[in-house]
Structure formats: structure tokens, C-alpha cells
């Protein structure tokens, strides 16, 4: 991903090549790597979303960096992008830690909401369809 001179990023991709490394693996292997293949998946998301931050913001002659949602309360990917935005120049900001929530967390609040008061339409899964723009108000 690094070279692939898109600004595109797969953490499945990322995943799925994890997991075919260890079902090469023994069990034993993998209790004994594990806090190494936890660190190099990390730095590998922190590398490749760094690059193609930085090159995207060249491209597109951005004046500042945003770091914003669950990833943000990562300390090694906010490190990296505060650094490369100084290096370049640019202005870096995200939240603080507590405000770094995930979207899954915030779709829950909105669903229990409207359950709680009882505006909620409940669908059965297999009739469910994708809606990606569907307003949660």
C-alpha cells in the first residue's frame, strides 16, 4: 500500500494478510509473536496512513492536518501525522482522547434512543438492505 501512488487504504486488506501469515503459524508461534505482530500491524497503519496523508495534502495543497474519529486516540498515528505536519508546515489538530469515539458507538446511541422512545421501526436482518445515506434524526 505504500507504493501503490493512490491515497487508498485497506485495514481488511491489512487484516487479511495478517491472518494468512499466522495460519502458517503454530499455536505456539503465535502466543510468542503476538505482541510483535500487534506492534508491526500498528506501525504499518501508522506508516501508510501517514504517507498517504501527507501526500494527499501535497496534492491538494492542504494548510493543515485533521485527525478525527476512533483512530485518533491512537498515540503512535497521532505522533507520526503531528510530525509529518510540522515537517510540511502544516497546521495539526484533533480532539482529545475522550472525544475520539468510533461511529459504531454512536449509531448504537442513536438506535437505543429511538428504541428507548419507541420511534424505532425494528427490521428483521435478512430484510434488511443497505442504506448508506439513511439520516439517523
Known amino acids: 500500500m505504500l507504493h501503490s501512488g493512490d491515497f487508498d487504504f485497506s485495514f481488511s486488506g491489512l487484516k487479511t494478510a495478517v491472518l494468512y ?3 502458517k503459524m503454530t499455536k505456539k508461534e503465535i502466543k510468542k ?3 510483535a505482530i500487534a506492534a508491526e500491524f500498528e506501525q504499518a497503519v501508522v506508516d501508510v496512513l501517514t504517507k498517504k ?3 494527499a495534502a501535497k496534492e491538494h495543497n ?3 492536518l485533521w485527525l478525527s474519529g476512533g483512530v485518533a486516540a491512537n498515540q503512535a498515528l497521532r505522533s507520526a501525522l503531528e510530525k509529518t505536519a510540522k515537517e510540511n508546515n502544516l497546521a495539526f ?3 482529545e482522547n475522550q472525544y475520539c ?3 459504531a458507538a454512536m449509531i448504537a446511541q442513536a438506535a437505543y434512543q ?5 420511534t424505532a421501526q425494528i427490521i428483521n436482518w435478512p430484510d434488511l438492505k443497505a442504506q448508506a445515506n439513511l439520516r439517523i434524526s
Not at 429511538?114 to 419507541?118: A, R, S
Request: hydrophobic share 25%; proline share 9%.
Open 114 to 118: 429511538k428504541i428507548k422512545n419507541q
Open 62 to 64: 492542504a494548510k493543515s
Open 21 to 23: 501469515r499466522l495460519q
Open 93 to 95: 489538530s484533533a480532539p
Open 101 to 103: 469515539t468510533d461511529n
Open 53 to 55: 496523508t501527507t501526500a
Open 33 to 35: 509473536l503476538t505482541p
